[in-house]
């Protein structure tokens, strides 16, 4: 069974930071790309941002360009995205996956970011 599980969501306010982590089994995470997923109330979910299995390249969505870094410890099978300067559009359900995304999803870890 596929899993995923995020963590290190939180309330925070605009300009803040977080650090999410996404643990996922190795035969989910070795060898694969992955990216952080968000899905704010009544939109679709969306790619954030994505990193090579070798952890060499990354790519972002615009609209966290320079705000966000995602990483990965491969002898940990984990993935981590530090989000910096948050804003209220920021506020999400934010989830990791291989990209593409596999058919099973984790539960998420919300992210509120609120004055």
């Known amino acids: 069974q596929v899993q995923f599980v995020e963590s290190g969501g939180g309330l925070v306010q605009p300009g803040g930071s977080l650090r999410l982590s996404c643990g996922a089994s190795?035969?989910?995470?070795?060898?694969?790309?992955m990216g952080w997923y968000r899905q704010a109330p009544g939109k679709q979910r969306e790619l954030v941002a994505r990193i090579s299995s070798g952890g060499s390249t990354t790519n972002y969505a615009d609209s966290v360009k320079g705000r966000f870094t995602i990483s990965r410890d491969n002898a940990k099978n984990m993935a981590y995205l530090q989000m910096n300067s948050l804003k209220s559009d920021d506020t999400a359900v934010y989830y990791c996956?291989?990209?593409?995304?596999?058919?099973?999803w984790g539960q998420g870890t919300q992210v509120t970011v609120s004055s």
């Open positions: 996956n291989n990209y593409p995304a596999l058919r099973d």
């Open positions: 190795g035969r989910i995470f070795s060898g694969y790309v």
